[in-house]
Every structure is written in structure tokens, then in C-alpha cells.
């Protein structure tokens, strides 16, 4: 079964409008941690946004914020104001304990985003 | 300025030779992982290291070797048993992968090509 799921293979947004990438995950640690990155052409992946699964608010960073719902197990990102310089893939990852203790990270497949003028 | 490096950013190989793909960082971070993306898919873990002189297999290790004698350098061989290697090759480096908290950082990654 996948542990991070992104339904969304690709989204469009007008310039200036907020958008919404969604993230499902799978884990039954109590511990873990959810992080948003971002993978223009170049392609380099560029840290976003981090949410701890203890975090009581949602994680913010600029224009970027993190829809955390426990519950739900959905962590979606929220790209207020969208520029052309967001077009890019988005790629949602999670870092849960396994056994011996390392905390290696798992990423969703991703999602295109492209920002129309 | 802090960051990763790695080199060369354009690859090609010959069937059936090995290649070694090179990753710095100075950041001083203990743990390096290397990746595999394929095109239109996620991040694969190919091996990563918590530690110097020691590093472990991920998920798709076969036909990968690397080493981790320094703190700063983790490079990545693509051997002749690994049939399928053109691929985006990603490192990343983090504080440690002992916490969920850590957050990774990436170099700008190798596009290898099997010609």
C-alpha cells in the first residue's frame, strides 16, 4: 500500500488564485513528520513547508501553508496568491519511525502545477 | 554558502560500464541518502548513510554501490548489473535520520543516460 498518496496528477491555476495539492498518508507511528517539496524544470527539489505530526497548527511559510488534518490523515498544501513561478511539480513526502530507529522518508508521486497568466 | 553539490550534471554511459556519480555537501549534516527518479514518478531510496564508514540498502539498492568515507561526500557507482539506469539521480543530505523532525536538502541532481 502506498504511504503517501497524491490524487492529483496535475492542476491549474490563474494567476494571483490560491490552489490546493492534496496528500493522503498512511502510518500508524504516532511520531512522523510531513513535508511539501517543490520540483521546478530544473530539477531540484526545494524544501517547502514542514508539519509535525504533534503540531497543533497548521505550518506556515510565506505563501505556503499546510492544511493538516490528523484525522483524516490529509496534509494538503495551500499556495495562497499562485505566480508563474510556481509551475512545478509538488511532491509531498513523510518521515515515520521504522525499526532501528531511522527515520527514512517516503514521497508521494507527485503533482504538476502550472499557473496561467 | 552552505549547500550540495553534485557532478557531473549530465551523464552518459556506455552499456556494461560502471559509473560513479559524485555528491559534497557542507553542511555538516551526518546522514546523506542518494535517490532514483524516473520520469512522471516519485523518489526512490537507493541507499542513504546516518554515519561515516556506514551506510544501508534501500529499497532499490541492486546494481548501486557507494561509499561514505568522509563526512562531507557520499558518492554513488552505477555498476553494469543495474540494467536499467538512465534515470534522475538525486542526493540529499540531513542533520541525522535519527528524528522525524529532520528535514532533507537537495543537491541539483545527475541525469544519467545509458546510450
Known amino acids: 500500500a502506498q504511504k503517501i498518496t497524491q490524487t492529483q496528477p496535475g492542476m491549474f491555476v490563474q494567476e494571483k488564485e490560491a490552489v490546493t495539492l492534496d496528500c493522503t498518508y498512511d502510518t500508524s507511528d504516532q511520531s512522523y513528520g510531513l513535508f511539501w517539496y517543490k520540483q521546478p524544470s530544473s530539477g531540484e527539489m526545494i524544501f517547502l513547508i514542514y508539519?509535525?505530526?504533534?503540531?497543533?497548527q497548521n505550518a506556515t511559510e510565506g505563501r505556503y501553508s499546510l492544511n493538516f488534518q490528523k484525522a483524516r490523515k490529509s496534509a494538503n498544501l495551500v499556495i495562497s496568491a499562485s505566480q508563474l513561478g510556481d509551475s512545478a511539480m509538488y511532491f509531498c513526502?513523510?518521515?515515520?519511525?521504522?525499526?532501528?530507529?531511522?527515520?527514512?522518508?517516503?514521497f508521494g508521486r507527485g503533482t504538476s502545477l502550472i499557473v496561467h497568466p | 554558502d552552505g549547500g550540495i553539490t553534485q557532478s557531473p550534471k549530465y551523464l552518459f554511459r556506455k552499456e556494461g560500464q560502471n559509473v560513479t556519480l559524485s555528491c559534497e555537501q557542507n553542511?555538516?549534516?551526518?546522514?546523506m541518502y542518494w535517490y532514483r527518479q524516473d520520469p512522471g514518478q516519485g523518489l526512490r531510496l537507493i541507499y542513504y548513510s546516518q554515519i561515516v564508514n556506514d551506510f544501508q540498502k534501500g529499497d532499490i539498492a541492486e546494481g548501486y554501490s557507494v561509499s561514505r568515507e568522509k563526512k562531507e561526500s557520499f558518492p554513488l557507482t552505477v555498476t553494469s548489473a543495474q540494467k536499467n539506469p538512465t534515470a534522475f539521480y538525486l542526493c540529499?543530505?540531513?542533520?541525522?535520520?535519527?528524528?522525524?523532525?529532520?528535514?532533507?536538502?537537495f543537491g541539483p541532481g545527475t541525469r544519467l543516460t545509458v546510450l
Open positions: 508539519q509535525g505530526s504533534y503540531d497543533e
Open positions: 513526502a513523510m518521515r515515520e519511525g521504522v525499526s532501528g530507529g531511522s527515520y527514512i522518508p517516503t
Open positions: 553542511l555538516n549534516h551526518d546522514a
Open positions: 540529499a543530505s540531513s542533520i541525522s535520520s535519527g528524528a522525524s523532525t529532520d528535514t532533507q536538502y
